[in-house]
């Protein structure tokens, strides 16, 4: 019996002498498991999910080769940074020969409005001679026939100052469409450039400096870390009981010490098969809801870095709006 007492005594003391971080990892351990148990207050409801965010695919809109690509997996990017650049003599050439052509339509232009003016000016003549040329037939001092031939000269004055107008309504034309051709070559040419459409992470790099891609290409991806959610699955009972915009609870399995607080933004019209990643507390139920749990941007622009996707962890949502969280859900950050 002494010996008994003996050893608790040491148990006792080693306990008494366990450090700090050894008790705090233990309570929450005894945490986690009471909150993966089946019981939980009435009208709270948690299931499995997993974090994801918006991934936007930075793909090319013309083939070419790429010159270079700026970034790597892992990167951080800002709205229009510059991602890869897609080499362009072709275009470049292009772009050259329209530019040429809006000169050269320009010049023709200044052609016609030359001539214009000159075929002004013989109309001038050609009817300031043909209203002389009328009174000295009605005097009897020029004949018929040289009256005709003035107004012949005259209408063709008047044709030739017609041609000469539309000779720059058509270089006006000419330098419009050769202007249209400039400009859709510089669009081309800036859209040979890639650029982050949104701040976030990238994600993948799907093409290497030196590749040549077509059309439609995926070149990065990036993770829009200001649109991050939980992805839930809920039968039909609990995901009709929903509201939208309504408070929810996120533990993850990598800082299980830490409560997220989140908001109901999305809940499937449709349902869908369970997930072979998803286990709900009924596997029994072969349809489910899908619904989202979205985390604050605010939060997210404080934690960014901490942001990752595809970890796992609970989804506490409520069933009635009158439930009250428990403590072990309040809300707790680093």
Same mark, same amino acid.
């Given at each position: 019996m002494s010996?008994?007492? !003996?050893? #608790?005594?040491? /148990?006792? $003391?080693?306990?008494?002498?366990?450090?700090?971080? &050894?008790?705090?990892?233990?309570?929450?351990?005894?945490?986690?498991?009471?909150?993966?148990?089946?019981?939980?207050?009435?009208?709270?409801?948690?299931?499995?999910?997993?974090?994801?965010?918006?991934?936007?695919?930075v793909s090319s809109k013309y083939a070419g080769r790429l010159a270079e690509v700026t970034v790597k997996e892992g990167d951080e990017v800002t709205a229009g940074q510059v991602i890869a650049r897609i080499s362009s003599p072709e275009y470049e050439a292009q772009l050259r020969a329209a530019q040429a052509q809006v000169l050269r339509a320009r010049q023709?232009? !200044?052609? #016609?409005?030359? /001539?214009? $003016?000159?075929?002004?000016?013989?109309?001038?003549? &050609?009817?300031?001679?043909?209203?002389r040329g009328r009174e000295l037939v009605e005097k009897g001092y020029l004949s018929k026939q040289v009256f005709d031939q003035r107004s012949a000269k005259a209408d063709a004055a008047d044709a030739a100052l017609r041609a000469a107008q539309a000779q720059r309504d058509q270089a006006e034309f000419a330098i419009h469409a050769s202007e249209a051709d400039a400009e859709q070559i510089k669009a081309i040419l800036v859209d040979l450039v890639l650029v982050a459409p949104r701040s976030g992470r990238v994600q993948y790099q799907l093409a290497r400096t030196g590749e040549v891609v077509s059309a439609g290409t995926r070149v990065v991806t990036i993770l829009d870390l200001s649109d991050v959610y939980m992805t839930i699955y809920l039968p039909a009972a609990q995901a009709g009981q929903l509201a939208l915009g309504d408070e929810a609870r996120i533990i993850l399995d990598p800082v299980p010490q830490y409560v997220i607080p989140a908001t109901i933004s999305f809940v499937a019209a449709d349902a869908q098969f369970t997930p072979k990643s998803v286990e709900t507390a009924d596997e029994r139920e072969?349809?489910?809801?899908?619904?989202?749990?979205?985390?604050?941007?605010?939060?997210?622009?404080?934690?960014?870095?901490?942001?990752?996707?595809?970890?796992?962890?609970?989804?506490?949502?409520?069933?009635?709006?009158?439930?009250?969280?428990?403590?072990?859900?309040?809300?707790?950050?680093?």
């Open positions: 010996r008994i007492r !003996a050893v #608790a005594a040491v /148990l006792l $003391a080693a306990l008494a002498l366990s450090p700090p971080a &050894a008790q705090a990892q233990s309570r929450i351990k005894a945490l986690i498991e009471r909150l993966r148990g089946d019981s939980m207050p009435e009208g709270i409801v948690k299931t499995n999910g997993r974090i994801e965010a918006t991934q936007i695919d023709a232009l !200044a052609e #016609a409005e030359a /001539l214009i $003016a000159q075929r002004k000016s013989d109309q001038i003549l &050609a009817r300031t001679d043909t209203e072969k349809l489910v809801f899908r619904a989202k749990l979205q985390l604050d941007r605010d939060l997210l622009a404080r934690y960014h870095r901490q942001v990752k996707t595809g970890v796992r962890g609970l989804g506490f949502v409520r069933t009635s709006p009158s439930a009250r969280w428990p403590d072990s859900l309040a809300v707790k950050l680093p």
